[in-house]
């Protein structure tokens, strides 16, 4: 392998669609990363256990236990990998449940395989942070340490996902300055037009519930969301 494709970690993809299945494996190959395939919900659930893969990119409708029950038992555990829906419905409550189990991202079929690559480099890049020795950030009762990746809330730990992470330390990066939805997509998520500002919402409100009473995250109406200054 090239500096370039040079190994990237394991994927777990719990897919059972064998045309779909072998795309990603194909793809996600050439890119460098090894390829974990499972084709039901047991299998995967128990691969994710066993494996310890970097990220789980997991269909929703599959066989025995689906994509969602394997991602809330993963986060009931304390297992915090990074997980990737893939789902052949576009319907908001579905992304939405889906979001609140702690997913990190969500594709709808049909799906670009470079897409997806490209949607689980960068789930890796949050969860990795930053390159550099940052200072820890602090607003009101809630402190954000990047080298570490940690957050507390008036001295408690708090356990948020890679990409809620970066949602909140993108945000306590410019305390008071009011961020809109789209500038968060762009910011966090890096695909602004893939995604809906639904999405957005979604993982303030989880953020926000994670923090509890030190939560620090304001709402502007017709705006978007700021940190208290």
Same mark, same amino acid.
Do not use: H, K, N, W
């Given at each position: 392998m090239t500096a370039e494709t040079s190994y990237r970690g394991l994927v777990l993809v719990v897919?059972?669609? #064998?045309?779909? $299945?072998?795309?990603? =494996?194909?793809?996600?190959?050439r890119d460098g990363f090894g390829v974990q395939m499972e084709r039901d919900g047991e299998a995967g659930l128990s691969?994710?256990?066993?494996?310890?893969p970097v990220v789980c990119v997991?269909?929703?409708?599959?066989?025995?236990?689906?994509?969602?029950?394997?991602?809330?038992r993963l986060r009931e555990a304390g297992d915090w990998t990074p997980v990737i829906f893939l789902t052949a419905r576009d319907d908001e409550v579905d992304r939405i449940v889906g979001l609140e189990l702690g997913a990190d991202d969500y594709v709808t079929k049909p799906f670009s395989p470079r897409e997806l690559v490209a949607r689980v480099r960068a789930v890796l890049r949050r969860a990795a942070g #930053?390159?550099? $020795?940052?200072?820890? =950030?602090?607003?009101g009762a809630v402190t954000l340490?990047?080298?570490?990746?940690?957050?507390t809330a008036a001295g408690a730990p708090v356990?948020?996902?890679?990409?809620?992470?970066d949602l909140l330390a993108h945000l306590?990066?410019?305390p008071g300055r009011v961020f809109s939805r789209e500038e968060l997509l762009a910011g966090v998520w890096g695909y602004a037009a893939h995604a809906g500002t639904r999405t957005v919402d979604v993982h303030v409100a989880q953020v926000r519930a994670k923090l509890g009473p030190a939560s620090v995250i304001r709402t502007h109406r017709g705006v978007g969301y700021a940190v208290d200054a």
């Open positions: 897919e059972d669609e #064998p045309a779909i $299945a072998d795309l990603v =494996r194909l793809y996600l190959t691969a994710a256990r066993r494996l310890r997991l269909d929703i409708a599959l066989p025995g236990l689906p994509g969602t029950e394997i991602c809330r #930053p390159d550099g $020795a940052e200072q820890p =950030r602090v607003v340490d990047p080298a570490r990746r940690t957050v356990q948020l996902t890679s990409t809620e992470f306590m990066a410019r």
